[in-house]
């Protein structure tokens, strides 16, 4: 089941990521979000979640996580991949808030409503995207999952100046 679970949060991430990711609402026919104060929230609450697992504090972050994201992983694992990225990739340089998106619903995802985050974060070897998604969970806001992927360069639609003809 786990895997099932990591599979469809994995697709779902995916998907947002690459899917631009702006600020919105889901037109839902209910009464309108603030978007942008509860964006807010669910951003203060993923930073300080970050702070405590860049400080290495892996068991403190699990606890604070939602418990979609501990029934995803255990808690030794979800340390030894801690650790695990660390040793690849050190500790982050920076990180810079790049995008968010409001949303009553996920595909596929059960409870709701979510903020996915993305951040753009310095490692030694590179920068990579981090995408969190927090999910409300008994009034408060919690990161469900956390992902670092590879910054994929920009494609011409995207307003790449490479190739013939660009840059003009």
Request: proline share 5%; net charge negative; glycine share 8%.
């Amino acid at each position: 089941m786990k895997r099932i679970v990591h599979s469809t949060f994995a697709f779902v991430m995916s998907v947002l990521l690459f899917a631009g990711l702006p600020v919105m609402a889901q037109d839902s026919g209910e009464a309108a979000v603030d978007t942008a104060a509860v964006t807010e929230e669910a951003r203060a609450v993923a930073q300080e979640w970050l702070k405590t697992n860049d400080d290495g504090q892996y068991d403190a972050s699990y606890e604070a996580a939602a418990s979609m994201m501990q029934d995803q992983v255990e808690q030794k694992v979800w340390s030894q991949k801690n650790e695990q990225k660390k040793s690849q990739l050190g500790d982050v340089q920076s990180r810079e808030f790049a995008a968010a998106q409001y949303r009553e619903s996920l595909p596929q995802v059960d409870g709701g409503p979510f903020v996915v985050l993305r951040y753009e974060a310095k490692y030694k070897p590179a920068t990579f995207n981090e995408v969190i998604l927090t999910t409300k969970e008994e009034g408060e806001w919690k990161v469900a999952s956390y992902a670092v992927q590879p910054m994929r360069p920009p494609s011409p639609q995207q307003g790449g100046n490479s190739g013939p003809g660009g840059g003009r």
